[in-house]
């Protein structure tokens, strides 16, 4: 990993931007000309390609299915998910960088918290962290107040290891809860990637105010 020193950005500040951009091409505004409309994307792009990053090593159980009767390690996965972050990971950010791409890189709290090295890394070379959350736990099983708790947590863990605050979220599984995106506004989230009900961008509003959605999709 790289150990030069960096003056890193808030992520913040470009994530408002395109806020604002976005916003204005929603339907019912004058920029909206329909679906697939030409002023969506800047400049008259036609097509936009957004890549995401899982930062997630070792922050899954030791077990495949944690409520079997076996209660061992499966061991076999435990070394699939290593090589996530030690060869990955590493060979992706070379790719991305001699391709001149940025990406969102989705961080799980527990991840970067062993392996804040290669979270810093992210960041240098340009990209923007994002959260990864509820730490893979039971998201549907747990209270509002908990939730909050662990998102917090999280923000905390990248924020720590990269050097940049995230303002975008990413539930694991896309398991977000009826509560998710009021926490998320409540913690200065600027938008979330859990919503599969479109192929453009779009905001919705979360108690009054604009709340970015960037669909996910597995390409």
Known sequence: MSNRSVEIPTSA?????????LSKALPGSRHWTGRGSRE???EG??????????????QQTERTFPAA?????DLVACKWREYGFKEGIP????????????????????????????????????????VL???WAASRAITPEEERASVECDIKSVTRASGMRPV?????CLRRTQHTLEILQDLGFLYH???????????????????????FTIG
């Open 69 to 73: 009767e076996n209660k061992l390690p």
């Open 168 to 172: 975008g979220f990413h539930a694991h």
């Open 45 to 58: 792009g036609k097509l936009a390609i957004s890549i995401s990053l899982q930062v997630e090593a070792n």
């Open 13 to 21: 500040r470009g994530a408002g931007r395109y806020l604002d951009r």
């Open 40 to 42: 969506f994307w800047p």
């Open 91 to 130: 060979r992706l950010l070379e790719v991305f960088q001699r391709r001149r791409v940025r990406v969102t890189a989705h961080m799980a709290g527990g991840a970067v918290d062993r392996y804040p090295e290669l979270a810093r890394e992210v960041v240098e070379r340009g990209h923007e962290p994002a």
């Open 193 to 215: 990637i859990d919503d599969v009900s479109r192929d453009e961008p779009f905001v919705v509003p979360v108690r009054g105010k604009p709340f970015g959605v960037v669909p």
């Open 133 to 135: 959350g509820q730490s």
